[in-house]
């Protein structure tokens, strides 16, 4: 009787624990190589980065894939994955600063906003752009801080294909704004000439999110 306890438990276990492994995110491309330097500054490894989700890591098939870009645009835009590596690549080292406190350095890969908005065109007005992701989260930024910081939606991080835990496809890099403006697993653009609030802003964060100012409330 107490090795076929044994038996049964040792069953179990191996139960649960195939059951955990079929829900871990899918691995890193093995043909990616994650860098931990980039232009003489260390990088916080990818299994460093603190992440933060209203509904837990998303998970996007790239085969299917398009982002929108609409509003307040001359051409409405319906991008896939491969269209959007096609884009001029930005490349740069940025910090992540998150509102709790914490940050991490990261090498950044991706298109720039400019590149799109040249592709679908701005008409006279446009204000704000609001970010809408896969998760139902959202965020919103000025017009003129993305154009004219060159801010980019990027699709590799540390050299490596954006991992799904931090937004792949594509995730926003809100230079200069807190983490919350991070937009992650982003499926559509819209420019509009109103103004917008969030998911957190309309729980009382700022809706500017500069780095270094108060970061409830509006000021």
Known sequence: ???RI???GLIIIMFVCGCVEQQQAPAVNVSDKENLFFEGKKLTPIEEQRNN???GTQFINKETYTLQVTGMVNRSLNLSYEELLAFPVADRFLRMNCVEGWGFD???TGVTLNSIFNDSGLKPGAKNVIFYCADGYSTSLELDYLTGNDI????RLNNVTLPPERGFPLQLVAEGRYGYKWAKWITHIEVTDQPYEGF???RGYSN????GERAFGIF
């Open 106 to 108: 990261a090498r950044w």
């Open 6 to 8: 044994i038996l049964s």
């Open 152 to 155: 980019m939606l990027a699709y």
């Open 200 to 202: 957190w802003e309309s």
């Open 1 to 3: 009787m107490p090795d």
């Open 208 to 211: 500017t999110a500069k780095v």
């Open 53 to 55: 989700a209203i509904k």
